[in-house]
C-alpha cells in the first residue's frame, strides 16, 4: 500500500473518530433541579416554531426554515403524518416530498434544533389525523387504543420512521432534542393507560433510552389525567391572553419540576368551509409570548408557517351545524409566515420580541423577498363526462355488491365512489327537475344523485361522526 493510501486510510480514520467523539459530547436532558432543558450540558430553553414538512413543498424547505431560524427561533417542530409515509399498509414512502430525514437535516443545516411529533396519531386538522385509510377497513377496529388489529399496523410503520429518525437524534449528532409520544391523548375518550406504555416502550426500543419523550394536552388536568404517563415529560398547549403561569399550574400538577413548556402556543387560528377567515392580533400573539418567555418557559408557535392541505388531505373538526366542519385546502393559520411563506407584521411583532432572549450570537439576517410571478391565465379545451370515462377511470371494472360498500373496503383511501343501482320507486311521468326523494343512510361526506344520467337531480351533505 502507498504511503498516500495510508495517508488517506489515517486521515478518513481520524475523521470518523472525531465524528464519533463529538456525537459522545451531545447531550440533550432535564434538569429537574433547575427547572431547565440541558443542551451539552448548560441550559437551554428552545423558542420554536411550527412547520409540518408535509404542507410544503420540498423545493422551499430551506427558504422557510431560514426565516424561521431569522425570526430569532432556535428550533423547529413538525408533525410526521402516516399516511404520507405509508399510503398503502406495507408500502413505506420516505422520498420527494415525504423525505421526513431530508427535512430535518434540512432543520440543522438552518442551526434549528428539532422537536418532533412523531404519532401515529396527529389531529393537525390532517385527513383522519394522519391515520392511512387502509387502517380503517376493518369497521370493527378501536383505534387509539391496545387492540391488536391496530397495534400490529402502529408496530410495523413505527418501526420503519423511527429508523429514520435514529441517527438524526441529537445525541448522534442530528438536530432532534424530543419526541413527543401520540398526541393530546387526554382529549380522546379511550384513555387506555397500556396503550400509552405500549407506545413508550416501543419507541424507547428503537430510539434508545437517552431521547426525551414528552406529550402534549390541552392546559387543564383533566386532560393530563388521561394523556400522560409518569415517565413521560408532561406539556400543555395554550394561546395568547392572560397569565401564563395560570395555564401552567395544570402543568406543575404532573410536572412539579423541569422546564415549563408550551408545546403549541396559537399564533393563529385555523379556518371551516363556509367561515371567514381566522384572523389573531399580532400585537396579542407577541406580548403574550414575551409574558411566557420572561418565565424562562420553552414554546413552540403553532403554526409559523400553515402551509396548504394538498389533494384530499384536509381534515375536518367535529361541531358545526351539520356535524362537521371541514377544513379547506389552505392552512394559512394567520400565521407569521402566509400559506406562500410571505412574511407578515406578525413575524416582525415576534421577532422583536425573540431577539431580546436570544442565548447567543444573533439570528442570521431576513431572507430577501422571493420573487412573485404574475398570474397566469389558462384556458382549458377539452372536456369528458365522467360517466363517459369509467372504463378507463376502473379499468378492472365494477365492483358488485348486495350492499354499498364503504370507500376503505373498496381500497379507496381519497376522491370518489360511483354507487349504481336500481330504484324502485315508479317514476312514470317523472322528468328533470322534478323533485325525488332518495335516503342515502349513513352517509359521511357529500353525495350527487343521477337519475339515468338525465342530469343532477339533488345532492345533500349528512353529518360526519369522526374527523375525516
Known sequence: ISFHAMFLVRLSLFAAFAGFVLAANRSFTIDYTNDCFLKDGKPFRYISGGMHYFRVPRAYWPDRLKKIRAAGLNAVQTYVAWNVHEPVQGQFNFEGDADLGAFLKAAQDADLVVVLRAGPYICAEWESGGFPGWLSKDPTIKLRSSDPKYIGPVDAYMAQLLAVVKPLL????????????ENEYGSFPACDKNYLQHLEDLFRKYLGPNVVLFTTDGAATSFLKCGTLPSLYSTVDFGPGGDPMSHFESMRQY????????????TGWLDHWGGKHAHTDGTVVAQS?????KINASVNMYMFEGGTNFGFMNGANGGGSSGVDPVPTSYDYDAPLTEAGEMTQKYTDIRNVAIKYIDGPPPPPIPSIAVVYPPYEITFTEFAYILDTLTVLSPSGPIKSMYPLRMEQLNQSYGFVLYRGVTHEDLTGKKVGDEIYVELKFLKDRATVLLHPAGEISSRRRPVSHAD
Do not use: R, T, W
Request: hydrophobic fraction near 35%.
Open 289 to 293: 409570548l414575551d409574558a411566557i418567555l
Open 170 to 181: 441529537y445525541e448522534n449528532g442530528g438536530p432532534v432534542i424530543s419526541v413527543q409520544v
Open 255 to 266: 410536572e412539579p419540576h423541569g422546564p415549563l413548556v408550551n408545546s403549541e402556543y396559537y
